[in-house]
């Protein structure tokens, strides 16, 4: 399949067009990736705008429970649903499980959602490399609602709030520490916290929780792109879905008011620029381990620093200082 061809089939919905495409863009093979640019700049700007919802949770909160029981209900509303969910690759291995599509099994049978797992390829984050790329190829297929799922909560979480146009967080009931356990950047970036579990025994936990929640987040400072009474904390239960409703409810409201500030069209454009520095420079760092020279100096200038011959920072900095100057 040529990649206009591929592009033809992804305007219409194919998902199996958009399933090989998205492993063209995920490729690191030099043609592979020249192919990507090719297929990128055809659907840039096709499709429709789709609402881009970061999700992010402490490992067992029920992110994909979640994820399936609020998918299904927007599919029953006849929205088209795109899953792109992030699993954590081994540093030691460099291998993922996928298991996103097993855990939603319901939710990957249905004709209106998509789902695709990636390997975050210790790409820090909680997002992989080309997640981005995966997200403007599924509005090029026609998708209204892409939630991007992160491999867990970390200080690195945060940087799926520069793919997203609302981000949540979701969250479990505790004991009464459980603020202690979520950063402060990452409470900062928020735009819902979801309590999730809020069912049977837990239910009076999940409510005293989204009370704490909610009393955390009116400390944070104000930040000039949210409504009154944004962030919020809300109480959900994915076994139950109860709440699902109204946290999409207040989704929404959200995104239809920085439409209406003009607070969404800025924020893309800032993120837009964000992902275009951040490519330059992961493209340098590319270019600096292909060429042998190069790469032989870092592992000499490496060794130096390792057995204390050198100190990092001027090993460094003898390194940039052979690489060719821009004219």
Known sequence: MTVAQMGAKIATG?????ARAITLIESSRPDHRTQALDLLADVTGAGRQALRIGLSGTP???KSTFIESFGLMLTGQGLRVAVLAVDPS??????SILGDKTRMERLSRDPLAFIRPSPSQTHLGGVARRTREAVSLCEAAGFDVILIETVGVGQSETLVAEMVDLFVLLMAPAGGDELQGVKRGIMEMADLILVNKADGDLRAAAMRTVADYAGALHLLRKRPYDPPKFPKALPVSAIEQAGMEAAWADMQALAQWRRDQGHFVRRRAEQARHWFETEVREGLLAQLTAD???????????AQVAEGRAAPTAAAAEVLSVLPKLS
């Open 14 to 18: 194919d998902r199996r067009a958009l």
């Open 60 to 62: 067992g909160v029920g």
């Open 90 to 95: 081994s540093a030691r291995s460099g291998g």
């Open 292 to 302: 042998p020279d190069l790469r032989a100096k870092m592992a000499d200038l490496g």
